[in-house]
Every structure is written in structure tokens, then in C-alpha cells.
């Protein structure tokens, strides 16, 4: 059963964007397809924007750099360019760094979810292209436990540590729902198109868009599902806005403190949330010192990120920990894909659960003498061996067959549950298609 | 030991639970710990209002002289208010407020067996119940106001300052919701408190043939009502939200507690506890 598991990828730190778009895996099924006719038993690839990973179980006969040479033949390159752009792991290594991958330890930014759901969806059409199978499935499976387990344990994924998520969150803990709320985009910059975005997919109800430029401000609002206000009204319409995000590139504030006293009144006190990504500054500072009237500058949100990113970085030393222990559990697992440790648990098992039943009914038949007890072990034990019989010899014949003794060894381990794992029913990934988001 | 003590220390058990469940589960944003502490909550109000139904079956004739009672039903009516938010809200966060009053409450009441409250004669039966059962009531509506006003101050100068949200604050719930609850205290409390006040001058008037005897406790529960009265108008008729009537709130309850307290212990009154 001998065999060698590799990774080999290139991702955001190994590689500059150039080179990660040339590698990217357009198709994935054909690439998985090509390398299993190349000899490999079991393949999974994954290509984001931002990586490329493949995970490989072979025979000893094949080796990384064959996988490498493969990869570059297919993408149109060479290996002399593509090798100083990748890293390679062979062995727990690759399981360490899957495992780290699905946490999202290994992503631009720690804690994000998206790669999880990437990584699902690589190991979907891996799954149903027959490209992954005893080791691959196993590997995938633990990934998503050990993610869920770290997602758990640790509160790495629990801050926003991005500009429009920060603006979103802060929403939130001023109006709770953002059902019902209603929005204002001030300008038309990409980083507030992309905050107005955020807020609509958590639930603002309106949003509306005041432009110095009508035209342009009618044109994102058909964009947006918006519409477009006149400029010249914006205070009229922001006392029936609750949060707004200015983004224009007027050299003054667009906004008073003084003219926000007048809304603010007549909105009878609704708090109202401002988000100033312009640079110079739209909103006069001494908005914010009115009451139920929040004002975040560029760099409020700023630091709010880089802070929840320092205190992701701590939790990744407790996720770490976490997937080394969960990688040397895989590693006890790999050992036992070998047929005689197999054998021994069966043997193991067989016995422990003869002595309980042993014990109950020697219990339940009261005093009986040394002989009696002596002939119910030995009659107990030999059930337990002889029902074994068959199955060990089927294993040791499946040994013999090249390719196929770790489907079977996962499978009477499985049958027998001698690794003692429950896998959590949502580790099960593939039977829902989800979407690809970016990593 | 009989029945009726081991009801009190089994609530006393279930209620102390509750409170270290819910501050835990807070502190930690356990959501186990926090329907833990709602368990707690729900067993102990159970056997509470038992014990409370007993009382008055089983001591009729003394159980409205007794401090114990009037204690006992204060704490009763915190978590009676709490579920009601709990049913709106679905979040254990005000439990922190009803939660260890409560429990003090109880307690208190447990030790305040030999109390004597002087309750005239007259009428007695039908005030109690409006005099008592209302002001009671808005007592603890006035905690849960003010206790949504504590947290909303907080958490309103935390993104006013743009300090980071950690531990308990992030998993607060938003300004948006301290502010609902301070307006919902006050717009069922208020009419309450009134009632109750205007109930017990009625009795006052049966039992001691005046309205009004500028008793002091009789003065600070009006200042009590003018300044509800003032909270009051100007949510409703002047729209005012967010600070103001969250600090307003809390010096309303801090009054009441100071009366509570000081004058029902300390200055001769018709409501006066005596040993």
C-alpha cells in the first residue's frame, strides 16, 4: 500500500499576479482527468485568484516534479519559470497545509470564509469527476472538521477586517437589523459602491444616490436597484436617510454640523450613521458629536480593521495548534491504512466486545462455577475470531490487488468504526451545489 | 425544615444560577450558558410565584403586613418584566438587570421575616392589588429601562469614541434595541406608575380621610412621577431618543431605590418597615 501524497501550489505570497493568472486552472475536471491518466490514484485541484492548489495520492513512481511538469506543459509555460513560483509539501506536510487552508490561516486575510467554500466546491467535482477517493475523501472530510473546529474554539473569523464589513458591522450595532433602513450613497466612488453593495445584501431597504453629475447618479442607481436624488436637495433627503456613505471628491465638506442639527430634529432624533471614505474629508467632523449621529472617517474604519486584524493573528496561533493536533490524528489514520494494524484493531475490537457481553451474561446467570465460566470465555472469544475469518482473508486478497487494499482497509474501518470518529453531518460536502466565491 | 423553606432555597438556588449563567454566558458570548440561565429563570419563577400563591393562601390574615411579601413580589415582578422582554426580544441580555435584583430581592425578603409593613385596614384587599401590583410592576419596568439605559450609554460612547468592540460589548445588542426598551419601559410604566399612585391616594383617602399628608414618602414619589411624567412627554410628544432619556431613566430608578430604601427604612412613614 505504498503511496505518496503531495501538494503543490502557488498562491498571493509565492507568486505575483502575473504569474498566478498564467497558472490559473481554467478547467479543472480536464486537468484532474489528465493526470490520472498520467498514473496519479487520486486528485484534487483547486484555483482561485489567489492559488492554486494540488493535492495528489501516487505511487512512489511519480514524483512532484512530474505533477509540476505536468501543470506547466498544460498552462502553456515551463517549469523553470513556474518552480520558483510554488511551494511543495509531501507527506502530513500536505495535510498540514490543507488543513491550514481550509482554515483560512493560509488566506490574504486570516479568518475569511470564503476559501472553506471554495475548497467544497473543488472537492464536489473532484468527487464526481471519480477523481477522489479513500485518502482524498478522508483528508477533505477531517479539513472541513478540523475548519468547523477552529471556527468554534477560536474567534478567528469574528471581526471585520474589511473597510465595507467594519461599515456594515457598525451599522448593525446602531440600528440592529438593516431591514427597513434606508441608505444614501453621496458620490460615486468604487470603495462606496462597494460598502452601498454590502448594505444591501444585509437587508437596507432604499438606497438612493446624490451625484453633482445627475446622469451619473441616475446610472448607478439603475446599477444598484437605486435612485437617483438631486444634489442640490441632499439635506431634504437625508432626514429620511439612516446611513449614508459620501464618497465624493469636492476639496470641502459637503456636509455641515450645523445643517445636521436642522435633520436630525426633524427626523425627531433617528439615529443616522455616516461613512466618509472621501479623502479630503465630505462630512464636517462635529457630526459626530450630535446625539444618535455616528460619523466614521476613512480612518476610523481603518483602524477598527487593522485592530480585529491583530487580534485575528492571536487566534491563529490557537487555530495552529489546533491543526497540528488534528494533523498528526490523520497521520494515526494514514499508518492504520497498512493492512496488519487493521487486523490487530478487528482482533481488538472482536475481543473487547466478546469480555462485555461475557460480562453481562455471566451477571445476569449469577454464581457459576470456574469450568462453566472458562467454556462461556472460550466459546465468546472463538465467535468473535471465526466471524473474523472471512473478512481478514477478503483484506489480504485485496492486498494483493494493486490500487485497491486502502479502499477496502478505509472501508472495514469504516464498517467497524475502529478510529472511534464521528464526522460531523455537514463535513459531508457535495450534495449541494454552492457558489465560487473569491478567495 | 419544612415545604415552604426548602421552596425558598431551592429558588434562591435556581435564581443564583440563573444570574451566574447569564453574567458567564455574557462575558463569554455562550449562548448554551444563556439558555442555561433562561431555565434557571423559568424554574425559579415557577416555584416563586408557588411560594407567593401559598403565602397568600396559607397566611391570609398576616401575609399583607409582612415585609417578606412585599419584597418577595418586587422580585417577581423583575423577572416577569424580563420574560415579557425576553418574549419581544429573544435575548438574555436583560436578564443582567432582573436577573441579580431579583435574587436580592428574595433574599432580602427571607430576612425580612420580622418585618412589619402598617397596611390600614380599609379597602385594603382591592388597593393592594392596583396599588401594589401596578407601582411594583413599573418599578421593574424602571429597571429594565435604566438598565438598557447603563448599557445604551456605554455602547453609544464606545462608537461615538470609535473604540473597537470586544468581549461583552460586541455581543451586545444594538443601540438601536437599548433605545426600544428604554421607550417601551416608558410607555407602559408610566401609565402604570400612575395608576398606582393615583390608587393609593384614593386609598389613603378611605383609610386616613385625606389625599395627601406630605408624608415623605408620599413627596419623593411624586418628584418620582414628575420626572417619569417629564420622560414620558418628551419621548413621545418631543420625539427625544438615544441619551437623554437614557440618563433620565436611570436617575428615576435611582430615585425610587433611594426611597425605597432609605425613607421605607429609615424616616417615619405610612409606608414605613419596622422590626
Known amino acids: 500500500m505504498d503511496h505518496n501524497i503531495y501538494l503543490i501550489g502557488l498562491n498571493h505570497r509565492s507568486a505575483g499576479v502575473d504569474v498566478r493568472e498564467r497558472y490559473a486552472l481554467t478547467n479543472v475536471e480536464e486537468f484532474e482527468a489528465g493526470l490520472l491518466e498520467l498514473g496519479v490514484r ?25 505533477i509540476l511538469e505536468y501543470w506547466a506543459k498544460r498552462c502553456g509555460g515551463s517549469v523553470r519559470e513556474l518552480e520558483p513560483n510554488t511551494y511543495s509539501h509531501e507527506g502530513l506536510n500536505s495535510v498540514k497545509h490543507l488543513f491550514r487552508v481550509a482554515c483560512s490561516l493560509d488566506s490574504m486575510i486570516v479568518g475569511e470564509p470564503q476559501i472553506l467554500g471554495q475548497l467544497k466546491e473543488s472537492y464536489r467535482k473532484a468527487v464526481e469527476a471519480g477523481a477522489a477517493r479513500v485518502i482524498i475523501n478522508r483528508m477533505l472530510h477531517k479539513s472541513f472538521f478540523v475548519a468547523k473546529r477552529v471556527r468554534t474554539e477560536t474567534s478567528i473569523a469574528s471581526s471585520a477586517v474589511s473597510i465595507s464589513y467594519a461599515a456594515v458591522e457598525l451599522a448593525k450595532k446602531i440600528f440592529g437589523e438593516l431591514q427597513g433602513q434606508r441608505a444614501m450613497l453621496i458620490g460615486a466612488g468604487e470603495m462606496a459602491e462597494l460598502a452601498a453593495t454590502h448594505l444591501l445584501n444585509s437587508g437596507v431597504e432604499q438606497i438612493s444616490i446624490a451625484n453633482r453629475t445627475y446622469s451619473r447618479a441616475e446610472e448607478l442607481g439603475k446599477c444598484m436597484g437605486g435612485k437617483a436624488v438631486p444634489f442640490e436637495n441632499l439635506y431634504d433627503h437625508l432626514v429620511e436617510t439612516d446611513i449614508i456613505i459620501s464618497s465624493t471628491g469636492a476639496p470641502h465638506a459637503v456636509i455641515s454640523a450645523k445643517e445636521m442639527r436642522k435633520v436630525i430634529k426633524k427626523r425627531k432624533y433617528r439615529p443616522m450613521f455616516f461613512i466618509d471614505i472621501a479623502v479630503p474629508r465630505d462630512i464636517d467632523p462635529d457630526v459626530n458629536g450630535l446625539d444618535n449621529v455616528y460619523l466614521y472617517d476613512i480612518d476610523d474604519l481603518k483602524d477598527v480593521v487593522e485592530e480585529n486584524k491583530s487580534q485575528r493573528e492571536d487566534e491563529a496561533i490557537k487555530a495552529n495548534s489546533i491543526v497540528e493536533f488534528e494533523t498528526l490524528s490523520f497521520g494515526n489514520w494514514i499508518n492504520s491504512l497498512d493492512l496488519q494494524p487493521t487486523i490487530v484493531d478487528l482482533f481488538n475490537r472482536s475481543e473487547h466486545v466478546a469480555q462485555q457481553e461475557l460480562a453481562k451474561t455471566l451477571k445476569r446467570l449469577g454464581d457459576v462455577d470456574a469450568k462453566t465460566h ?31 487494499a486502502d479502499e477496502f482497509v478505509d472501508l472495514a474501518r469504516r464498517m467497524f468504526n475502529l478510529d472511534n470518529e464521528t464526522i460531523p453531518a455537514d463535513a459531508h460536502c457535495g450534495r449541494k451545489k454552492k457558489n465560487n466565491f473569491e478567495d | 425544615m419544612t415545604l415552604f423553606e426548602l421552596f425558598q432555597y431551592v429558588i434562591i438556588a435556581l435564581y443564583l444560577a440563573g444570574t451566574v449563567c447569564f453574567f458567564i454566558g455574557s462575558l463569554k458570548s455562550n449562548k448554551i450558558l444563556g439558555k442555561l440561565g433562561n431555565l434557571s429563570a423559568v424554574g425559579g419563577f415557577a416555584l416563586h ?4 400563591l401559598l403565602a397568600v393562601t396559607l397566611y391570609k390574615e398576616t401575609v399583607l403586613s409582612g415585609g417578606y411579601f412585599y419584597f418577595s413580589l418586587l422580585g417577581w415582578s423583575f423577572i416577569l418584566v424580563y420574560f415579557g422582554l425576553w418574549w419581544k426580544l429573544r435575548s438574555t441580555f436583560f436578564a443582567l438587570t432582573a436577573s441579580p435584583f431579583a435574587l436580592l430581592l428574595f433574599i432580602i425578603s427571607l430576612a425580612s421575616q420580622s418585618l412589619k409593613v402598617t397596611i390600614p385596614a380599609h379597602l385594603a384587599g382591592l388597593f393592594i392589588g392596583l396599588h401594589i401590583g401596578t407601582i411594583f410592576v413599573s418599578i421593574a419596568l424602571m429597571a429594565m429601562a435604566a438598565g438598557a439605559g447603563v448599557a445604551f450609554l456605554y455602547l453609544n460612547n464606545k462608537i461615538k469614541t470609535k473604540a473597537n468592540l470586544t468581549g461583552m460589548g460586541k455581543e451586545m445588542p444594538s443601540l438601536n434595541t437599548f433605545d426600544n426598551v428604554n421607550h417601551w419601559s416608558i410607555i407602559i410604566g408610566f401609565p402604570l406608575y400612575t395608576l398606582g399612585l393615583a390608587a393609593g391616594f384614593l386609598w389613603a383617602r378611605a383609610a386616613f380621610s385625606k389625599m395627601f399628608s406630605w408624608d415623605p414618602k408620599e413627596i419623593v414619589t411624586l418628584v418620582v412621577w414628575f420626572l417619569f411624567a417629564f420622560v414620558f412627554h418628551q419621548r413621545i410628544m418631543m420625539g427625544w431618543r438615544g441619551k437623554k432619556p437614557a440618563i433620565l431613566v436611570i436617575i428615576v430608578f435611582v430615585i425610587t431605590m433611594i426611597s425605597l430604601w432609605g425613607i421605607n427604612f429609615f424616616i417615619p412613614t405610612h409606608h414605613s418597615f419596622k422590626v
Open chain 1, 374 to 404: 472458562k467454556a462461556l470465555e472460550t466459546m465468546a472469544m472463538s465467535i468473535g475470531k471465526k466471524l473474523l475469518h472471512e473478512p481478514v482473508a477478503f483484506l489480504k486478497r485485496r492486498t494483493e490487488e494493486e490500487g485497491k
Open chain 2, 49 to 52: 410565584t408557588l411560594d407567593l
Open chain 1, 42 to 66: 487520486e486528485v484534487m485541484a483547486l484555483s482561485t485568484c489567489n492559488r492554486v492548489e494540488i493535492l495528489v495520492v501516487c505511487s512512489p513512481d511519480i514524483t512532484d516534479r512530474n
